[in-house]
């Protein structure tokens, strides 16, 4: 029993290598949300403020690529200049995607509302940073951060797909989007997405093993999509619960048609007034 922690760290030093701090890096994505967003935090930060903070969150990133230096393209003070020079355009992306939230959604009222507690818009704010991460071919990180998103949200979106602008989830819980995803303009989807590969074989790492989604297509709840050669042409819409390993040209509906039996092998014929008043009644 004493050797045991011993042992421990012979197994851990075996395979552990340096890594940014999980800890650190869920703190870094929060604190750069809210930089973004003040208004998560209630607050309308001056402009001196707001230069400390940009220069503070440049500081926790360069600290978060410090572990991992020796596989970077470039030193953790270059890659965070980067990284914060991307950062405007995907800025204003996010507003122009919070007002699609706003227009889409019946159930919002105003922007602050979208801001504030829509876990669809978290996701792909946080999708989208973590995507810079991704593209600057930053190791370990960008996946830290979006399976924070993930166990937050429910909504699975790996920091390596291609998402185009205007992308509008609703609800969002148990939407998967995976690697290789190809996702146009202007798309809208709803809970239980899986866009996903046909099979998982380690071999594939470097292949396209995801969908292909194209401009103005709508994917309703619990469609799945499997298949790095599936495409699903533009201005199509997907209804619920839809299976597809096979693209579908533009302009296409596809929809499940549910198989309807009756008991007894008898229509119900619907529920007569004084049935229905006894149920109200609890009687």
């Known amino acids: 029993m004493d050797n045991i922690p011993e042992e421990i760290m012979k197994i851990q030093s075996s395979y552990c290598q340096a890594v940014p701090s999980v800890r650190d890096a869920h703190n870094f994505i929060e604190d750069l949300i809210l930089f973004l967003f003040p208004i998560k935090d209630n607050q309308r930060p001056g402009i001196k403020e707001t230069r400390l903070k940009y220069t503070q969150l440049e500081i926790e990133l360069e600290e978060l690529l410090k572990p991992i230096s020796s596989s970077l393209k470039g030193s953790p003070e270059e890659l965070s200049e980067k990284f914060f020079n991307s950062l405007h355009p995907v ?27 829509y876990p669809g818009f978290y996701a792909v704010t946080v999708y989208r940073l973590s995507h810079i991460l991704y593209k600057l071919d930053i190791p370990i990180l960008p996946r830290i951060i979006s399976e924070h998103a993930h166990s937050k949200t429910g909504i699975d979106i ?10 509008f989830i609703d609800h969002g819980t148990g939407i998967v989007i ?7 303009e202007n798309v809208k989807i709803y809970q239980g ?23 103005n297509v709508i994917i309703y709840a619990g ?46 014929s619907g529920t007569k007034k004084n049935d229905k008043d006894k149920m109200i009644s609890g009687l």
């Open 193 to 215: 997405v899986t866009l996903g590969a046909l099979h998982v074989d380690k071999k594939m790492s470097n292949t396209k093993r995801h969908p292909t989604i194209e401009d």
């Open 223 to 268: 469609s799945t999509i499997l298949g790095g050669e599936t495409l699903i042409g533009h201005d199509s819409v997907i209804g619920g619960n839809v299976w597809l390993t096979s693209g579908v040209d533009p302009g296409t509906i596809v929809y499940h048609r549910p198989q309807i039996e009756y008991r007894n092998g008898k229509k119900f």
């Open 91 to 117: 800025y204003l992306d996010l507003l122009e995607e919070a007002k699609g939230y706003l227009q889409h959604d019946p159930a919002s009222y105003n922007i602050e509302e979208v801001l504030l507690c």
């Open 178 to 184: 995976g690697e290789t995803t190809i996702i146009g």
């Open 158 to 167: 790996h920091p390596g797909a291609t998402i185009g602008k205007k992308f």
